[in-house]
């Protein structure tokens, strides 16, 4: 139980259930949740806090994702802190909701358990389901292991709810490579995070007292004003995430950034990579270097909004930047972070050539030596010129 | 609830009209057509269900013409969101007040919950998620405003529309004679739930619909209300003609006024001589291409509906055994 | 806002949009649709408020003296006509 936890002292625990106890903490008020593999371990666990007295919420088994978005906009506008959680389809079912969450700039907190995206179906872990939901004008990060899991859920209720942002945010964890893996994690006691994290102030409530209204629709000539709103919000938000952050940093001495890079210096070769793969691709780096060839690494951490100055100051020194995608943009030139980072390279006179591969689709492994083949085949096709617009690593046939 | 009782009667009692609430919680300047029998029924259900209420309403007519910005015609705190979600947001609401109310972070009485959606939002795209509010047994009223076809895209056939109705999607021709399938009976599947207050209502009859709404906000868990709502564009009638034919649909049984309490049905407003269907018909220009053999059928099929109606009614056995959830924590 | 609302920056819109005036709908004169009006006869009104019910726009208000009339928002439908009890209501042409 998150309560006899002290700080300091690392419990073993799968990360879904870390991830649970930071709702906990967080005091969640209203969790609409629909079950979908595998994300089912972190709303069951939840479940049993709320049935036990454990955690002081409404928990609303509603009868699909669509409804558990819809539901969490109602108990966001109502004046509740609001949780969630979802996969995969589920993700996909929620789509045109998630863009009306936004839009309504309700601070909504939802974990997604990465998974592929049906068809074929597949309940294993890529990042195909978020990257459809790319301009959905959510905040989006990535997480690497279950002390960020834990970490970053707690602190995406204090940046959405910041009245200088006022935006729903997504934390994003590798399907079953995180939600089902035991790790360690350093829990917080309860006046710690409450300290952290103060009750919910809603900027706009349903309230007979003050009553508004909530939802009204927009001629041509606003909607283009009120994307810009929205635009800038995301935009905007970038300074108080970066609080949040440090201020977190202060407090637990676990410090992140919107781009991490490892062992970059000097490095003129990188790989880019986002999620749990992260630490796959350091014993990579790790190997390259004792090799004595300077290749170094870059995870993106914080997706939405893209942090355009901290990527071109991580690639600023090298010549060829290696992006692996965990998704496929079908029929296009480029997989989603890959157009995402060339995009935000194509200004500068001077920058590295990018290359990207596609890797580790629908759960499909990747071991260390699979990003030291990428990185031989990427540093040959860079040198005679791509012979292709991106690469799909490891496909029989 | 017996404390609401029930307008018994054909026509108007003459000066109740004076008693009746004067605050308008649904104000002038929507953009409604002219005559619109929707506008009509909403106007009375927003001073029925009380000052202290939250609405969550569906895409659809109402929301149209009362919300564009930066004009909005409610007075009630309001959201819409999309258009077959209407009961999930109020479920949102319902959970969000009570986690609110147990904390002691609600200052005033604990607000009503009212989700409003059309006949597309509600028997068709909005069918899952009022199942799930109804079976969840969440604290609102559901109102349906069943003009009986998707009119705010342009007249299109819903599962409400009755049969032989002419609609965009459902024209008659050649191959046609309009809508094919008989109109889905919400009422039925809302009882279905084992719900504590079902209903029907018109704005035929406002006072029987207003307290109605009455009784409904006042149910606790969840009720659902049905509301004929007349509409002149879409049912190709005469505008200063909404509320008569709404009265024709009950006088002829093709919307009987009951209501199902705890599952005994109780009709509300008693019709001694029926009136032919095609009274009710004739002053609809989507029904114009209707011919002896359908409007023949729809006279049997309508009788055989009320017959069933007033069997449940006189019925000693409810439509479920009486769920009496045991208080839990 | 005196600015006219197709005229507002992104900055001068509330976040989210939300509205905070309710019934702001007020502001639009529906009234301009009609191209008849109702017209009460006084001698045959009996003031029962039948046709203040009636009224899908809200757009009838009883007057000092009780009598009804229509105000700004009247669209014309006529429902009023049709629902009067003593008949005491006739539909004249706007302008007439």
Sequence with gaps: MAQKMTAGKRIGMEVSIAVSYAVQLSRAEAIAAYPITPQTHIVEHLSSLVANGELEAEFITVESEHSAMSASIGSAAAGARTYTATSSQGLALMHEILFIASAMRFPIVMTVANRALSGPLSIWNDHGDIMAERDIGWIQIFVENGQEAFDHSIMAFKIAEDHRVLLPMIVNLDGFILSHVVEAHELLDQETVDRFLPPLVPYHRLDPAKPVTMGAFAMPELYTEMKMAHQMALTNSYGPILEVWREWGALTGRHYQPVETYRTEGAKVLLLIMGSLGEVAETAVDELQALGEPVGLVKLRLWRPFPFEELRKAVAGADLVLVCDRALSLGGGANPVLAEVRSALYPLAVRPQVLGYTVGLGGRDVQPADFIKMLRHGQAEAKQGPSQEFFMYGVRG | ?329 | ?96
């Excluded at chain 2, 258009?83 to 109020?90: C, D, G, L, P, R």
């Design chain 3, 1 to 96: 806002m005196s600015k006219s609302w197709d005229q507002w920056t992104w900055q001068e819109i509330e976040i989210g949009g939300v509205l905070t005036e309710p019934g702001s709908a007020r502001a639009y004169n529906t009234g301009d649709w009609r191209s008849s009006r109702p017209m009460w006869d006084k001698k045959r009104c009996i003031k029962c408020g039948i046709c203040w019910t009636v009224c899908p726009e809200a757009g009838i208000s009883e007057e000092p003296d009780g009598y009804f009339d229509m105000n700004t928002y009247c669209k014309g439908c006529g429902i009023c006509v049709k629902e009067c009890v003593t008949g005491c209501i006739s539909m004249v042409l706007e302008g007439e």
């Design chain 2, 1 to 329: 609830m017996d404390k609401f009782g029930s307008a018994e009667s054909t026509k108007f009692d003459t000066y109740a009209s004076r008693m009746m609430p004067r605050e308008e919680y649904f104000t002038s300047g929507h953009r409604s057509c002219q005559g619109c029998g929707e506008a009509l029924a909403v106007r009375w259900v927003c001073k029925a269900i009380g000052k202290d209420t939250i609405i969550a309403h569906a895409t659809g007519c109402m929301e149209i013409v009362s919300s564009a910005i930066p004009q909005t015609a409610w007075l009630h705190p309001w959201i819409h969101v999309a258009f077959e979600n209407t009961s999930a947001v109020a479920s949102g609401i319902d959970a969000a007040l009570n986690i609110l109310e147990r904390k002691g972070k609600l200052k005033g009485p604990r607000p009503k919950v009212v989700a409003m959606g059309g006949d597309g939002g509600t028997s068709d795209i909005g069918l899952q998620a009022l199942s799930g509010a109804l079976e969840r047994g969440h604290n609102f009223t559901y109102v349906c405003w069943d003009n009986e076809a998707y009119m705010n895209t342009g007249i299109q056939r819903s599962s409400s529309t009755p049969f032989g109705a002419m609609t965009t999607t459902s024209p008659p021709g050649k191959k046609s004679i309009g809508q094919k399938t008989w109109k889905k009976d919400m009422v039925a599947i809302a009882v279905a739930h084992g719900i504590p207050y079902v209903a029907t209502a018109s704005p035929g009859y406002l006072f029987d619909l207003y307290f109605k709404i009455r009784k409904a906000v006042e149910t606790p868990g969840p009720a659902y209300v049905h509301v004929l709502s007349v509409c002149p564009t879409g049912w190709r009638s005469a505008t200063d003609l909404s509320v008569r034919l709404a009265r024709l649909a009950t006088e002829t049984a093709v919307f009987p006024l009951y209501e199902v309490v705890e599952g005994r049905h109780r009709l509300t407003v008693e019709v001694p001589k029926l009136r032919p269907v095609k009274d009710y018909l004739k002053p609809q220009g989507r029904f114009r291409h209707l011919r002896e053999p359908e409007i023949d059928f729809i006279q049997k099929q309508t009788l055989a509906n009320y017959e069933l109606l007033l069997q449940k009614c006189k019925s000693p056995f409810p439509e479920f055994a009486p769920i009496h959830l045991p208080q839990v924590g």
